[in-house]
């Protein structure tokens, strides 16, 4: 099941975590400014305190009608995950909130992602699905490839890498196309010379993950 709501209080840590980040290629700082040019590690306890009572109402609309697209839509996403990982995920929790901030983070260790409120509802939907299979996919990988992947960082690194690349070449699947409408794009720009490297071994692996987790992150070290 997958829930959104509202929590200014995630936007301040995000705001300390990504506003002087740069990461594969991207500049965080810089996306957080493009649409916040006022904020600063001085005033942004008091910023967004303040943007959340002005914009009010516009964030309850989003949130009202992503909660309501995601609910029409994730029994279509739990069933096309089924055929990935040959597993039910339907039954978990995966919890989000919307952010006025462009990053769309997801905190593995709190168990929730976030996604950008200014985005269009089928934008939001692509991220809400693209974050809730990073989960899936280091639960999967915890409790049936442990012996390979205990002990590797999620967050950077070459698991992070090839947690990313997955996510593109699983989500441009015409299953998971069907309901989100939109190309899954390599968001960072350092994972497009390794792309293709990934993607052949995936097809080669013909669903069999431990193969494909192996192979890849050979291919990444």
């Known amino acids: 099941m997958i829930k959104i709501t509202l929590d200014k209080n995630l936007d301040k840590e995000t705001f300390l975590n990504f506003f002087e980040l740069k990461v594969g290629g991207v500049d965080f700082g810089e996306k957080i400014t493009k649409n916040h040019p006022a904020i600063s590690k ?6 967004i305190d303040d943007y959340y009572d002005k914009n ?3 964030l309850m609309m989003s949130l009202l009608e992503i909660n309501n697209l995601a609910q029409q839509k994730q029994a279509d996403f739990f069933s096309a995950i089924k055929d990935v990982f040959k597993q039910d995920f339907s039954s978990k929790e995966y919890n989000g909130t919307l952010s006025i901030f462009d990053c769309n983070p997801r905190h593995l260790d709190k168990n929730i992602f976030q996604v950008y409120y200014k985005r269009s509802n089928q934008d939001k939907l692509g991220v809400i699905f693209h974050e809730v299979l990073h989960f899936i996919f280091f639960d999967h990988c915890r409790a049936n490839l442990g012996g390979i992947v205990n002990g590797m960082d999620q967050n950077q ?5 090839l947690s990313e690349i997955f996510n593109v070449i699983i989500l441009n699947q015409l299953a998971f196309q069907k309901i989100i409408k939109k190309q899954e794009k390599i968001f960072y720009p350092k994972h497009k010379e390794i792309y293709s ?3 052949k071994i995936w097809q080669e692996s013909d669903g069999n993950m431990e193969k494909f987790i192996k192979e890849s992150l050979v291919a990444l070290s």
């Open 157 to 161: 690194g070459k698991y992070w890498n």
């Open 56 to 58: 009010k109402e516009e």
């Open 42 to 47: 001085d005033n942004f306890q008091e910023y």
């Open 197 to 199: 490297i990934i993607e």
